[in-house]
Nanobody, 123 residues
Framework: QVQLVESGGGLVQAGGSLRLSCAAS????????MGWFRQPSGKEREFVAA????????DYADSVKGRFTISRDTAKNTVYLEMNSLNLEDTAVYYC????????????????WGQGTQVTVST
């Protein structure tokens, strides 16, 4: 079993940057997919980014491509989401997740979830 805990959220001005962290407990196999999702208030949870734990393949939502970067530190068992050029539409609760199956954009593909961290972008 895998447990995930997000941190690093907060209030940031539009145009600024934040780095979210997702600390994982338990064994993460190299073929697992690590992902980030976000859920704006009153909206559906949406895909942000994903990567294989043991491979350089990554995927990003069009809305964040070029601004966000997903990465991981295997020694720390931690996944990161570096967010740059933040705008108001990025305001959401951000969740990290892990999938034992295919890399994809559907939340139903992911088996383990953190409790989320709030990111609020202000003007």
């Amino acid at each position: 079993q895998v447990q995930l805990v997000e941190s690093g959220g907060g209030l940031v001005q539009a145009g600024g940057s934040l780095r979210l962290s997702c600390a994982a407990s338990g064994h993460i196999f190299s073929n697992y997919v690590m992902g980030w999702f976000r859920q704006p208030s009153g909206k559906e949870r949406e895909f942000v980014a994903a990567m294989y734990w043991g491979a350089p393949r990554t995927d990003y939502a069009d809305s964040v491509k070029g601004r966000f970067t997903i990465s991981r530190d295997t020694a720390k068992n931690t996944v990161y989401l570096e967010m740059n050029s933040l705008n108001l539409e990025d305001t959401a609760v951000y969740y990290c997740a892990a999938s034992r199956r295919l890399m994809g954009t559907m939340a139903t593909l992911y088996d383990y979830w953190g409790q989320g961290t709030q990111v609020t972008v202000s003007t």
